[in-house]
């Protein structure tokens, strides 16, 4: 007989465990007063939640308010029941994952990376690749056993593929920061269709960093892997490292590895 997993059943946690209480924050098109203030109240209260409480509110342009509200939800999630991707990486230091690279790849390991499409900003691609890195955690450049190249900012797909593909790129970085109207997902799939056109998908390890970005996401869009908010060069380090030799048949396909990426 089937032995029946256990649930583990969670809600939000305010003030004490499974009280329900949520902060959310929302912007409204209406000038900042009583009025806007009570629409907020009443938005929130039609979309189920209790004890509504408008913490704050201010002005964000002409005709615009955004709001801070405090509720309760009665929503629960059974957490025992949620199967998704993850990506999993055994986390070696900077020293250790050098050594790690000279005897295991044998070769530095080339990497692209850049902020493709119409989105003008490099502060995820730069806390990656930089030298100086992010939060302490030296980026990609630093590494003398990667062969790093940060292409910057704007950078159409087809550019960013082939100067990937004329250094023999181990992985390509696309990274993702604007999401208005889901802009970064149909930036990725064309950066997808160009990778595929140009015969690289499949074969150069592709990656996708940004704030509305995680590995489930990613996948979906057709890359290895994604990374959001928090992430440090170490944990990417690591990922291509091992993602590379398990093409390469020296790892087992597929094996994952201590220290969860966030």
């Known amino acids: 007989m089937a032995v029946r997993e256990a649930r583990q059943i969670i ?3 305010g003030d004490r465990r499974d009280d329900g209480v949520i902060q959310l924050s929302f912007t409204l098109p209406v000038p900042c007063t009583e009025r806007a203030k009570e629409a907020a109240l009443q938005l929130c209260q039609q979309m189920g ?3 509504v409480k408008v913490h704050g509110m201010e002005k964000a342009a002409d005709s615009y308010t955004l709001f801070i509200v405090y509720a309760r939800t009665e929503a629960t999630v059974d957490y025992a029941a949620i199967k998704i991707p993850e990506v999993v990486v055994h986390k070696m230091g900077f ?8 005897k295991s790849v044998g070769r ?12 003008t900003h490099t502060v995820g691609i730069d806390a990656i690749l930089n030298m100086k890195g992010f939060a302490g955690d030296y980026g990609l450049e630093r590494y003398p056993w ?3 190249f940060n292409l910057g900012s704007q950078v159409p797909n087809e550019d960013l593929i082939a100067r990937a593909m004329a250094k023999n790129a181990d992985a390509i970085l ?6 208005q109207r889901d802009v970064h997902k149909d930036n990725s799939r064309a950066f997808i269709d160009a990778a595929k056109k140009a015969g690289i998908h499949g074969k150069t390890l592709l990656l996708l960093g940004g704030p509305r970005v995680d590995h489930k996401l990613a996948c979906e ?6 990374f959001g908010p928090g992430t440090k060069p170490s944990g990417v380090a690591n990922f291509i490292v091992h993602a590379l030799l398990q093409r390469q048949g020296k790892e087992k396909l597929g094996q994952l590895f201590e220290g969860a990426h966030a």
């Open 108 to 119: 530095r390991v080339v990497v692209f990376g850049a902020c493709t499409g119409t989105d």
């Open 221 to 226: 869009l057709g890359f290895d892997a994604g």
């Open 49 to 51: 939640l209790k004890d």
């Open 95 to 102: 020293d250790e994952l050098n050594a790690f690279i000279e």
């Open 11 to 13: 809600r939000p946690y």
């Open 146 to 148: 990667f062969e790093a």
């Open 174 to 179: 696309v990274s993702q920061v604007v999401t």
